[in-house]
């Protein structure tokens, strides 16, 4: 009682503004009661209205009223600190909706800071007290407040279930275990719970490796969000950067077309000038000459006639005429025309662009590696057809079947002049760069051949150049009898069936670049498991040995 005492005067002397004790009370006309800085700033806060009121009754003053400090409340106020029987508890101290509540106290209920498991009630801190003084009450267990403490009471008896049935696997209360129970296993639920604690190590265990492992993945997954963002971003500024330069290389195009075409229209059109100035003047001149021999046939006098005929006689008249276009007039007509042409030829290329830009796009997989495909058949929904870039083509080697084919031929293919062609070796590199996945396949003849994937920045010429033996490409070398695989400088030679049609599969995202002995059945030769970097280009490379020449042709499919 003389806690619940303290509970309303602590009540009495809060400030009803910042709910907690008073700090130098000031009380005010109508007799409540405050803090002086929180009515201040209530009072502040009114000034503009002119009238001010109480926060409790709500009555109004005028003027403001002054503060008058109590100094008795204030006195009591320290007694009440310094006793340390009470201190009003805050807002938050009070239970919500989903807290647990105080069971003993009334009215308004405080949040539950324990619950009793022998007493199974849950206590607030003022009414736990007599757990933390009385001995008796000291040797009850005190936990955290849960809300299926009721749980712990046996629905038969009403009583703490202490004691644990091994035989039923159940918590029972000491009535159970002279009754129903009687004769079972039975044992302290203390006792079950040490026995049951030691099972739960390992299984930590388990779910920790497991949270780890999870934890580990999602770190992965978000630097894999980070690099897509990132490589999303400059994929965008790229694109947009190399869209505007084509964008002003177009319009520069157009500038200079219509510079051209006027600065032609200007020169025919002075021409044209000239010439029509030349044909006036001599129109004017014919026309003079015209009106003489008219006069000159109208004059009587016969010697006067043939006096002045002889003048006329010599003159000679011109019978050059410039030329004049007897046809429709098409000066320019034929410029929208080749335009026209461009466009057509450049919306055909911009479309196989956008196709191959969309196919790159959606190729971009977060998810781990989908599984390597099994059969032909499998491999075939990756099919890419392929062609030879003419421009990267060694001059030992000849294009055919629709730059399909490189052949070896011992004499020079006298192709023009041009960065991307290898110098040194008998090689060439496809026009389709592959990112994704991808499978095609390559038929070869004579003495052998290498298939390789290389990048675009391999070097043209020297030795570096050969394919494998630097470490942007990796070749497959296939002979007669085996094969081998070369990157990096370094080559493993390995056995296989022999095949004349070699079957190549990527999965660029993954780093995987499988070779397949093609026939009746597919047989791996040699499965390359890396990371690429940049998309990779296609090559063939065909060798010569005393007079067999070799040759390779990417397949066609259906």
């Known amino acids: 009682m003389a806690q619940e005492g303290f509970k309303i005067a602590g009540e009495k002397l ?135 403490l009721q749980e712990n009471m046996c629905p038969h008896h009403n009583e703490v279930m202490k004691i644990f049935c091994r035989t039923d696997q159940q918590c029972i209360c000491y009535l159970c275990s002279m009754g129903e129970h009687k004769g079972h296993n039975t044992v302290p639920a203390s006792a079950e719970r ?17 949270i780890q492992d999870r934890e580990e993945h999602v770190k992965v997954f978000l630097q894999e969000m980070e690099a897509i963002n990132q490589s999303a971003d400059k994929a965008v500024r790229d694109t947009e950067k190399t869209l505007q330069q084509l964008f002003l290389l177009i319009k520069k195009n157009i500038s200079d077309i219509q510079q051209q075409i006027r600065s032609q229209q200007r020169t025919e059109v002075n021409r044209t000038k000239e010439l029509l100035e030349k044909l006036q003047e001599e129109l004017s001149e014919l026309k003079r000459k015209d009106a ?159 298939i390789a994937v290389a990048h675009k920045s391999i070097s043209r010429t020297g030795a570096q150049s050969e394919f494998g033996n630097n470490s942007e490409s990796w070749a497959l070398e296939c002979y007669s009898s085996n094969y081998s695989l070369i990157h990096g400088k370094n080559c493993y030679w390995f056995s296989g069936p022999v095949s004349s049609k070699i079957g190549v599969y990527l999965d660029h995202r993954a780093g995987i670049l499988s070779f397949y002995s093609v026939s009746d059945t597919m047989t791996l030769l040699h499965r390359v498991q890396t990371t690429f970097t940049q998309p990779l280009y296609v090559g063939l490379r065909a060798n010569h040995f005393l007079g067999s020449d070799s040759s390779g042709v990417f397949c066609k499919f259906e």
């Open 194 to 210: 040490s026995e049951k604690q030691k099972e739960l190590k390992p299984c930590r265990e388990k779910i920790q490796q497991r």
């Open 292 to 450: 003489e021999l008219e006069q000159l046939s109208h004059t009587e006098d016969h010697t006067q006639f043939l006096h002045m005929f002889p003048l006329f006689s010599n003159f000679t008249v011109s019978t050059e005429v410039p030329f004049i276009k007897r046809h429709p007039l098409l000066y320019f007509d034929d410029v929208p025309a080749a335009v026209l042409e461009v466009e057509n030829k450049l919306q055909h290329i911009l479309q196989e662009g956008w196709q191959k830009v969309s196919r790159t796009v959606t190729d971009v997989d977060v998810l781990l590696p989908q599984p390597e495909p099994q059969t032909r058949a499998e491999f075939l929904k990756f099919s890419t057809q392929l062609t030879l870039d003419p421009d990267t083509v060694n001059m030992r080697l000849l294009l055919s079947e629709e730059s399909r084919r490189a052949t070896f031929v011992s004499k020079k293919q006298a192709y023009p002049g041009h960065p991307k062609r290898f110098m040194n070796r008998s090689q060439v590199l496809s026009r389709e760069s592959l990112t994704g996945r991808h499978y095609w396949e390559v038929e070869w003849s004579g003495f052998g051949i290498y």
């Open 14 to 148: 809060c400030c009803s503004i910042c709910l907690d004790l008073l700090k130098d009370p000031v009380t005010i006309p109508c007799g409540h009661s405050y803090c002086m800085n929180c009515i201040k700033r209530h009072f502040d806060k009114e000034d503009q209205k002119h009238t001010h009121s109480c926060p409790q009754c709500r009555q109004t003053f005028i003027p403001r009223p002054a503060l008058v400090k109590n100094t008795m409340l204030a006195e009591f106020v320290e007694e009440v600190k310094q006793t340390g029987l009470y201190a009003p508890p805050a807002d938050h101290c009070y239970a919500g909706p989903e807290d647990v509540t105080c069971d003993v106290c009334s009215g308004r209920k405080l949040k539950a800071v324990k619950s009793c498991l022998h007493c199974v009630v849950f206590y607030c801190e003022y009414h736990l007290q007599p757990h933390h003084n009385i001995e008796a009450l000291k040797k009850h267990k005190l936990v955290d407040p849960f809300k299926k």
